[in-house]
């Protein structure tokens, strides 16, 4: 007699240690392998964009704080190039460099909680500690410069709230001397451990031609081998003055676009934004950071799409003007939505274990994603 | 020898029966069950940065003693759709368990709860008991994370079964016992006779068994780390994937059973290893209380030196969560049955060879 047997359905989440956040998997289950895997999301909505319609232009930017609550700092960069464009308001030198710094410092504060977690996710607690105590240096950073951790409302449209603090220069070089061999102990403790590789390598591989056609941007894309980073292919702010590299997936421990090289990729560009931020200090010009901040924030009527390269993809603002105090329509494409899309695909065939591993791999922020 | 002692002293079997059965759970595991999680937390917290339990006690020293009141006054939480027998059998049978195979352990040469001949072969039976527990909890809970982790639990745990037994069997080839009393007794003396180094044997069999006995410590280390589900093998419980799995829907002093029953059994593995390749209770060089003439102080010194070996042991595991991620399921048995396997029969084989020879 045949044993008869059936799939499983389980509800991984909202409430689980490792969705990160309220996302909800719904899995398909034959035994431990997975035959399906339906993301479901909404249960952080708050209505983002249709709040925005009601509000007045500067009054958008601590609600974007909330979107991707990890990388508060380069949603506010994005909505106030977004603003500026669309008012032509010309941004004084010295906050370009003080937007560029705060924002690779909080790419760097972003990817250290994806590794971290990430690490956490596959049973390694320690590096998740190790992450969080350099994260809390930026956060200090952060909070001597504008007063929050989390966030801020630091860059606003035209300028920003505050200048840097006294300290701030030579609190970020001793950051940075001390960040690089933090970097150099977490490859040891876990990049490079054989358990890790193990349970990272050779799965989720995301093939180069699959990323683009689902959308995908940020470390996602460049780790299945794209050459494509915003602040080179479509220089925004001061980028185009820094010297700084596009690193890409190799497959150097499996195949190219695997969990290891999405993860990897991050850990290289921790290093590239440390290189940025060198020379940006270094360069930085004196001068007034609110001269350029209007009065009365009154965009023309109009329309305009602005993006820029946020920890974990192309963060857009598409904003329309009706030519009154608020905006007629804000219209966000939140790098984490589109990416998570490519789960179930990338789920198929693999391990329950595995779904933590990549789900990891792609590091979503939920507020992004429900906004 | 402790019943005998007990039986002259109170003169009734019975007593004496309970008080050796209860003795190691009131004096030891209990008391050690508490300094295991303190020394968790600590040791994790310092490997990682962090200061750790501070505030109750010097340095958190009662931090321990809080939570164990704290979980004594939960509410004890049965979900309605649960087997209310099996939810109820689970942690108790875990328990058993474990804390069974205290009763072979030798603590120190007058301490032994139970001085059975067959006392390796009879821990490993008896912590047997303790894979039904856990697919029981899984089962019963109701709860297809509970169930899963069950399940992995189940394979995990007899799987490495395997090759400790084939390591014990190793061992007895040597020795030609079974009783870890007897076992200690031969390792007696200096630390170049423990079975490490070759044992008590002398000329060119005891250099051949080194490197076999070093292996063979590797391998039992291992597998026992896998059946007390310990990181890089903690995937029953994973929290990361399985919430915490069989004992996801226990809360209150059922959860504490739990808890108790995996620290207990910390202790019971690391105690089997240094009993059986570390001289158990022996001293490495000697004794205090022999130089001295003072015979009272040897089994003190004793008990001493186990418990300072098995807690190295844990400290060892500690060492190792708090530095490993975890393996994946099949990874787990791959290395099992590819690798740990395979050597434990090599080195039995190797060492059958060399002890007819």
């Known amino acids: ?371 | 020898m402790m019943y005998d002692w007990l039986y002259q002293f109170t003169g009734s079997s019975i007593l004496a029966m309970f008080i050796v059965s209860l003795l190691p759970l009131f004096v030891f595991i209990l008391p050690f069950a508490l300094f295991a999680v303190l020394m968790e937390r600590k040791v994790s917290a310092h490997m990682q940065d962090r200061l750790g339990p501070m505030r109750v006690g010097y340095h958190g020293i009662l931090q321990t003693v809080a939570d164990i009141i704290k979980l004594l006054q939960k509410e004890d939480i049965v979900a309605a759709a649960t087997d209310k027998n099996l939810f109820n059998l689970a942690p108790v049978l875990v328990f058993i368990g474990s804390y069974a195979a205290f009763a072979a352990i030798p603590f120190s040469g007058v301490f032994i709860g139970s001085q059975i001949e067959l006392g390796l072969i009879y821990i490993v039976a008896v912590t047997g008991l303790v894979v039904a527990g856990i697919l029981m909890a899984g089962w019963a809970s109701n709860n297809k994370y509970s169930l899963l982790g069950a399940m992995r639990a189940a394979a995990q745990i007899i799987s490495y079964e395997i090759p400790t037994l084939l390591i014990i069997l190793t061992i007895i080839m040597i020795t030609g016992t079974v009783s870890l009393y007897t076992l200690s007794e031969m390792q007696t003396a200096y630390f170049w006779n423990w079975l490490i180094l070759g044992g008590p044997e002398t000329g060119i069999q005891k250099i051949l068994f080194i490197p076999l006995m070093m292996a063979g410590f590797l391998i039992i280390y291992i597998s026992t780390l896998a059946e007390v589900n310990r990181t890089p093998f903690d995937i029953p419980e994973a929290e990361s994937e399985l919430v915490s799995g069989y004992h996801t829907e226990y809360s209150g002093m059922k959860f504490a059973m739990f808890f108790l029953a995996e620290y207990a059994n910390m202790f019971a593995v690391s105690a089997i290893v240094s009993a059986i390749f570390f001289g158990g209770y022996q001293s490495p060089f000697g004794y205090l209380g022999s130089a001295l003439n003072l015979p009272w102080l040897i089994p003190i010194e004793q008990f001493s030196w186990f418990t300072a070996k098995g807690l190295f042991f844990i400290f060892v595991q500690m060492w190792l969560r708090w530095t490993l991620p975890r393996f994946r399921v099949d990874q787990l048995m791959e290395f099992c049955w590819k690798y740990l396997i395979p050597m434990a029969f090599v080195i039995l084989l190797l060492v059958g060879l060399i002890t007819v020879l």
């Open chain 1, 1 to 371: 007699m045949a044993l008869k047997t059936e799939e499983m359905v389980l509800n991984m989440g909202p409430q689980h240690p490792s969705t990160h956040g309220v996302l909800r998997l719904e899995l398909q289950l034959d035994g431990e392998i997975i035959s399906d895997v339906i993301p479901h999301i909404g249960y952080l909505h708050r209505c983002f964009e249709k709040h925005c319609e009601a509000m007045t232009y500067p009054q958008v930017i601590p609600y974007t704080d909330r979107m991707d609550y990890l990388a508060s700092m380069y949603n506010e960069f994005g909505y106030a190039i977004a603003v500026e464009k669309l008012m032509n308001i010309q941004v004084p030198e010295r906050v370009e460099y003080i937007r560029v710094i705060m924002g690779e410092l909080q790419r760097i504060a972003s990817h250290l909680v994806a590794l971290g977690t990430y690490g956490a996710d596959l049973g390694a607690f320690t590096p998740f500690l190790f992450c969080f105590r350099d994260r809390e240096r930026i956060l200090h950073l952060f909070e001597i410069t504008c007063g929050a951790r989390l966030l801020y409302n630091y860059i606003w449209i035209g300028g920003l709230s505050h200048d840097l603090h006294p300290d701030f220069i030579r609190l970020t070089k001793e950051f940075i001397k001390e960040f690089r061999p933090n970097l150099k102990e977490l490859n040891e403790l876990l990049s490079y451990n054989k358990i890790f590789i193990d349970r990272t390598a050779h799965v989720g591989v995301l093939p180069a031609e699959a990323a683009i056609n689902y959308g995908i941007t940020g470390p996602n894309l460049r780790a299945s081998g794209v050459k494509w980073d915003l602040r080179r292919d479509d220089p925004y702010s001061v980028y185009h003055k820094f010297d700084f590299e596009i690193p890409v997936g190799s497959g150097e421990k499996g195949k190219t676009g695997d969990c290891w090289d999405r993860y990897f990729i991050r850990v290289l560009e921790m290093e590239q934004s440390l290189k940025i931020i060198e020379q940006a200090i270094d360069q930085i010009p004196d001068g007034d950071i609110s001269s350029a901040i209007p009065k009365r924030v009154k965009p023309p009527e109009g329309q305009v799409y602005a993006r820029v390269e946020n920890p974990r993809g192309e963060l857009g603002y598409f904003i329309i003007s009706d030519g009154s105090v608020n905006p007629y329509r804000i219209k966000v494409r939140a790098p984490s939505f589109v990416n998570l899309a490519v789960m179930g695909e990338l789920c198929k065939g693999h391990m329950i274990a595995d779904v933590v591993a990549i789900l990891g791999s792609i590091d979503i922020v939920l507020g992004e994603i429900d906004r």
